[in-house]
């Protein structure tokens, strides 16, 4: 378990939003227990995939990731897959640290594709948590250029697991 003040103490109740800034803190503690994993798949947090620090609304959390040629699909642009992967990852990340559990597994994941993702370019998620309750989370994303934060390429929502 990741330590959070705000899971077992009477500080708040899980409906309630962590403050952007304990949330940023409790994400670094998810991020160094993903890193201790043999199990690595990408996106990578410190090499692909890195957490901002950035004020921004309760509940939220912003990350950086670059895309590069790798991860075309036979089209030129980023393969939908890598797309889902990381906001998939962005929004694990980002209810582990609201709820305080090392893991929540994805139980959903819907994402919708608004513009094609650029190779070789800058990307920031915005990950917002939209419900913390008993048994799941309720999160959601958005994929956009780092340099047009207004233009979003991809937006997603996801359930996940709060094993208790």
Same mark, same amino acid.
Request: net charge positive.
């Given at each position: /378990?990741l330590?959070?003040?705000y ?6 109740? /899980?409906? *309630? #939003? /962590?403050?952007?800034r304990?949330l940023?803190? !409790?994400?670094? &503690?998810s ?6 994993s043999?199990? &690595?798949a990408?996106?990578?947090? +410190?090499?692909?995939l %890195?957490?901002?620090? *950035?004020?921004?609304?309760? +509940?939220s959390?912003?990350?950086? !990731? ?10 030129g ?5 890598? =797309?889902?992967?990381? #906001?998939? =990852?962005c /929004?694990?990340? $980002? !209810? %582990?640290?609201?709820?305080g559990?090392a893991?929540?597994?994805t139980? =959903? #994941? $819907?994402v ?8 070789d370019a800058?990307?920031?998620?915005r990950t917002?948590t939209?419900r913390i309750g008993?048994s $799941?989370?309720?999160l959601?994303?958005?994929? %956009? ?6 233009e979003? #390429?991809? =937006?997603? $929502? ?7």
């Amino acid at each position: /378990m990741l330590k959070n003040r705000y899971r077992k103490g009477a500080l708040r109740a /899980m409906s *309630e #939003l /962590m403050p952007n800034r304990d949330l940023r803190q !409790c994400a670094r &503690q998810s991020i160094a227990l993903r890193l201790q994993s043999p199990a &690595q798949a990408w996106p990578r947090f +410190g090499r692909d995939l %890195s957490l901002l620090d *950035e004020d921004g609304p309760d +509940g939220s959390l912003l990350f950086a !990731c670059r895309t590069d040629p790798s991860m075309s699909n036979p089209l030129g642009i980023v393969h939908g897959g890598i =797309t889902a992967a990381l #906001l998939d =990852t962005c /929004m694990g990340v $980002t !209810c %582990s640290a609201q709820c305080g559990r090392a893991a929540t597994p994805t139980v =959903t #994941l $819907t994402v919708n594709y608004v513009r094609p993702v650029p190779l070789d370019a800058q990307l920031r998620v915005r990950t917002r948590t939209v419900r913390i309750g008993r048994s $799941t989370g309720q999160l959601s994303a958005e994929v %956009s250029p780092a340099d047009h934060p207004e233009e979003i #390429l991809a =937006t997603a $929502t996801g359930v996940f697991s709060i094993r208790r």
